[in-house]
């Protein structure tokens, strides 16, 4: 690489995270040492990186492994979930965490980067996902898209879209080694937990389109966070080592967040009364509230998002199920085809 402040600014993502290619290790700190536009900028990145990397102590480098056992995974995971309110406001707390907690398993992925996880994607793949799925609201705030624009034609349905850019953003980084697909993700989360819209929950609550869906920009910090978890509990599942859920308090803003977008989708049918147990627990009443009960349905909170996620199927999941158990199932079958992770 040659010492020049754009291809410096390119590399200061990677070495945020702590993972600059062979070279640029040196090269980087030599331009930051002269260049105070690019130090400051590289010492943002950096402190939003350990505000996130709940998973290491503050003196260790980004790229350090943590312990090689599952109950070292579980702690540094449940250390990475702790609150950081003064990092985020509450809406974009849960995304944070789920940033912190994948970044607690990449270590354990040394060498095994090709297992399969999920859909057709190895473990690269699935985090080239993450960098194509949090892609959409970043550059929506404002920071700058990572991988190489698409070529997709204006007029493209957002679901064709959709598709096209996580094929191609995969495509891409498997061009790339897995470190530097990290680097890329992780740094692109930093930038996205550092726009004003994630610490103001004034201006998150104006809505915003991403991927075809109208929210307030805080309901879309809340879907990054969801999908985040998701796919770190994927890459748990795949490696067997247990991945803890989200704190309690983050479970209840991913389960109000759900419920909400399911209430619509359920518009005339028959009412059923949903109960979520546990720290997130309330209740609803979804369908046709003008109607008499049909039926009472309970759901763990933690089953219901693997449900909405795509991860449980209405045959599967754990419920108990009071009165028309066709009503209930209405919901369960309106709930996983929500799921687009």
């Known amino acids: 690489m040659t010492n020049d402040h754009d291809g410096v600014r390119e590399l200061l993502a990677a070495w945020a995270v702590g993972a600059l290619p062979p070279g640029d290790d040196r090269t980087v700190p030599l331009h930051l040492a002269a260049c105070e536009a690019c130090a400051a900028e590289a010492e943002r990145l950096r402190d939003t990186v350990r505000l996130l990397d709940g998973a290491r102590g503050a003196g260790a480098p980004a790229g350090a492994a943590v312990a090689g056992s599952a109950d070292g995974v579980l702690a540094s995971a449940l250390r990475a979930r702790r609150p950081r309110a003064a990092a985020v406001a509450p809406h974009a707390a849960p995304y944070a965490a789920a940033v912190a907690g994948l970044q607690a398993l990449v270590p354990e992925l040394d060498g095994r980067w090709g297992l399969p996880v999920v859909h057709d994607w190895d473990a690269h793949a699935t985090v080239a996902h993450l960098i194509a799925a949090d892609e959409h609201l970043a550059v929506r705030l404002g920071v700058d898209a990572r991988p190489p624009a698409s070529n997709i034609p204006a007029g493209t349905p957002a679901g064709d879209a959709w598709d096209r850019r996580t094929a191609d953003v995969i495509a891409h980084e498997h061009t790339r080694t897995p470190g530097e697909t990290v680097a890329t993700w992780a740094a692109q989360a930093a930038e996205l937990l550092i726009t004003p819209e994630a610490r103001d929950a004034e201006l998150a609550a104006r809505p915003a389109t991403v991927m075809g869906l109208r929210l307030p920009v805080a309901d879309h910090f809340v879907i990054r966070g969801f999908e985040a978890w998701i796919h770190t509990d994927d890459i748990g599942r ?103 992770l």
């Open 238 to 340: 795949a490696l067997g080592l247990p991945v803890p859920p989200p704190a309690d308090e983050h479970l209840r803003t991913l389960v109000r967040l759900a419920v909400r977008i399911l209430g619509p989708a359920l518009h005339g049918a028959p009412p059923v009364l949903v109960d979520i147990t546990g720290p997130a627990g309330t209740h609803w009443v979804l369908g046709d509230e003008s109607e008499p009960l049909t039926a009472e349905l309970t759901l763990d909170p933690v089953d219901f998002c693997l449900l909405v996620g795509g991860r449980h199927t209405p045959d599967e999941v754990p419920r108990i199920v009071t009165g028309d158990e066709r009503a209930a199932r209405t919901v369960l079958e309106r709930a996983a085809s929500l799921a687009w």
